[in-house]
Nanobody
Framework: QVQLVESGGGLVQPGGSLRLSCAASGIIFSIYDMGWYRQAPGKQRELVAMFTDSGSTNYADSVKGRFTISRDNAKNTVYLQMNSLKPEDTAVYYC?????????????WGEGTLVTVSS
């Protein structure tokens, strides 16, 4: 099994910054895709940023130029640097990974970390 543990959420004022981290642990043979989704109250979960197996990095249009995803492959960790935060960025942010463990290839989700952008 693979566990994803997020950290770094919290309350920030509009225009501020936060950095989220997600560490994958467990029996991991390969990580194919890894990144972040978010779900705002009353809305569907949406992609924020993702490293894909094809080598691309995808961002939601709403965060391009403000958010940056990065990773430390040695630590199986991804980060999301969020700058110029807006109230509409308020959501629970979920880490996602598609990985191969001893049970085969599966999708995994973290429990989520709340980001609140408010003055």
């Amino acid at each position: 099994q693979v566990q994803l543990v997020e950290s770094g959420g919290g309350l920030v004022q509009p225009g501020g910054s936060l950095r989220l981290s997600c560490a994958a642990s467990g029996i991991i043979f390969s990580i194919y895709d890894m990144g972040w989704y978010r779900q705002a109250p009353g809305k569907q979960r949406e992609l924020v940023a993702m490293f894909t197996d094809s080598g691309s990095t995808n961002y939601a249009d709403s965060v391009k130029g403000r958010f940056t995803i990065s990773r430390d492959n040695a630590k199986n960790t991804v980060y999301l640097q969020m700058n110029s935060l807006k109230p509409e960025d308020t959501a629970v942010y979920y880490c996602y990974a598609r990985a191969r463990s001893w049970t085969g290839v599966r999708e995994y989700w973290g429990e989520g970390t709340l980001v609140t952008v408010s003055s």
